[in-house]
């Protein structure tokens, strides 16, 4: 069972910052990938960005150049810092991880959220 538990989400005015940050109860280089997700009030949960295990990015297109992914393997943390915030990056932002458990299989675990409101 791996728990991944967010923090440092808020209210931020447009162009701000804030970093996020998901403590993961693993050892964070054992995960195929880390990431985070977002989901706006009526729409879809999608992806925001992802590290896989040997340490390369995906990131939204349109959020690359705002929005960076890291993560510090001494902690087993990951985090999003996220630049030049806009209104419609308005969403819950949540935490997620695959992990292996077979040769052949894998699982998906998630973080509760953390809430992140931007205001023009």
């Known amino acids: 069972q791996v728990q991944l538990v967010e923090s440092g989400g808020g209210l931020v005015q447009a162009g701000g910052s804030l970093r996020l940050s998901c403590a993961t109860s693993?050892?964070?280089?054992?995960?195929?990938?880390v990431g985070w997700y977002r989901q706006a009030p009526g729409k879809q949960r999608e992806l925001v960005a992802a590290?896989?295990?040997?340490?390369?990015?995906n990131y939204a297109d349109s959020l690359k150049g705002r929005f960076t992914i890291s993560r510090d393997n001494t902690k087993n943390t990951l985090y999003l810092q996220m630049n030049s915030l806009k209104p419609e990056d308005t969403a819950v932002y949540f935490c997620h991880a695959n992990v292996r458990r077979t040769a052949s299989s894998s699982y998906d675990y998630w973080g509760q959220g953390t809430e992140v409101s931007g205001s023009s």
């Open positions: 590290i896989t295990s040997g340490g390369t990015t």
């Open positions: 693993g050892n964070i280089l054992r995960f195929n990938t």
